[in-house]
């Protein structure tokens, strides 16, 4: 089982629309949790982290459950810019904080 | 002021060759990173260094070669290239703080072995 898994899509949704993705983590350990965002043939950059009580950023929503082992985040008022795959990250373990276990990734294609 | 670098941007080669790849990071980060992205987009952590001492070393081929002359540089040799090295390669770096998780990566660096 991969240490993060996450539902690869692609998401194809109208502008405007509301999606969310899903990601679950395998070790109990983990301490730490983001969403990075990849563009096309682009290198990976931080969208935000996810915090305990669930945090928003403008149009996006992270939210974390410790007890399911499992994140998510919700994007808004989708825009053609939002179009990415995006990358569920966790640190392994309590002070590990300089190895991030990647997930595989969620495609996102807004459509016009 | 490009903040981490990389050289070069795609290097096509053929097997059995040995090649290097270059990261430089400008933002004074104590720690460097090499991944690889495979064909199905897993990016997987390779090398990580802080102040030029080898920190993680996950499980990969000793034909992979990490050096890193200075805490700003973390260069990638590899030998004896094979069809299965090919592969987008991103070097990343981030500041050594508890508080600090962001990794900044570089643009990569895409290997094609023929």
């Known amino acids: 089982r991969k240490e993060v898994e996450q539902d690869p899509g692609p998401f194809n949704v109208p502008e405007g629309a509301t999606v969310a993705f899903n990601c679950t983590y395998s070790?109990?350990?983990?301490?730490?949790f983001f969403w990075y965002r990849q563009d096309c043939r682009k290198e990976p950059k931080l969208l935000m982290s996810v915090y305990s009580s669930g945090n928003e950023d403008g149009r996006f929503t992270a939210q974390l459950n410790r007890a399911s082992q499992y994140i998510s985040l919700l994007i808004r008022d989708s825009k053609l810019s939002d179009s990415a795959t995006y990358l569920c990250?966790?640190?392994?373990?309590?002070?590990?904080?300089?190895?991030?276990?990647f997930g595989t990734g969620t495609l996102l294609a807004v459509q016009p | 002021d490009t903040a981490v670098s990389q050289t070069p941007k795609y290097l096509v080669t053929q097997m059995g060759n040995d090649k290097s790849i270059k990261c430089e990071q400008n933002l004074g980060h104590d720690t460097m990173y090499w991944y690889k992205q495979d064909s199905k987009k897993f990016l997987k952590i390779m090398f990580s260094?802080?102040?030029?001492?080898?920190?993680i070393n996950e499980t990969v081929p000793n034909r992979f070669s990490p050096k890193s002359p200075d805490k700003a540089h973390l260069n990638l040799h590899i030998n004896s290239l094979e069809l299965g090295d090919s592969a987008v390669y991103f070097c990343?770096?981030?500041?050594?703080?508890?508080?600090?998780?962001?990794?900044?990566f570089g643009p990569g660096t895409r290997l094609t072995v023929t």
């Open positions: 260094y802080n102040n030029k001492e080898l920190i």
């Open positions: 990250v966790v640190t392994p373990r309590r002070g590990a904080t300089n190895k991030l276990i």
């Open positions: 990343a770096s981030r500041q050594d703080s508890p508080s600090s998780y962001e990794q900044y």
């Open positions: 070790n109990s350990a983990s301490q730490s």
